[in-house]
């Protein structure tokens, strides 16, 4: 147990390795690199398996003792995902394509009517 208390702490330290290196190629190039993308998963779920081994939630013991967790195929990062939301911003500038109804907007613009009921304001 406390082998695997260690395999855990460095294992924590790699993971935030990792977490960095996404961060920074996402940065960089825009993208998510593939291979940090599942050696973080893989180690993620490694990491939760050695938790529950440790607190007795399970007999099973993680790798070394076990084969390495599957790692899920997901879709990935790309930061040029964002071009839906520059398309709406485009979208509500010309007044032709907009097509909401901006009453549900709140203005806050005080009119001259509205100063004049606020009971608190005195009359002079």
Do not use: C, H
């Not at 190629?25 to 940090?36: A, E, F, K, S, Y």
């Not at 529950?52 to 930061?79: H, M, R």
Request: charged letters at 25%; proline letters at 5%; zero cysteines.
């Amino acid at each position: 147990m406390v082998f695997f208390g260690l395999l855990i702490a460095v294992g924590r330290l790699v993971l935030g390795i990792v977490v960095v290196g996404q961060f920074l190629m996402v940065l960089i190039t825009g993208n998510d690199n593939d291979n940090l993308r599942n050696l973080g998963q893989g180690l993620a779920k490694w990491i939760y398996q050695g938790i529950l081994f440790l607190t007795f939630n399970t007999d099973t013991k993680p790798f070394p003792f076990d084969e390495w967790p599957q790692v899920d195929a997901s879709e990935g990062y790309s930061s040029r995902t964002a071009q839906s939301v520059d398309t709406k911003a485009t979208n509500a500038a010309d007044p032709d394509i907009a097509s909401e109804d901006d009453s549900s907007i709140p203005s806050f613009v005080v009119s001259e009517d509205a100063e004049g009921s606020d009971p608190d304001k005195k009359k002079e």
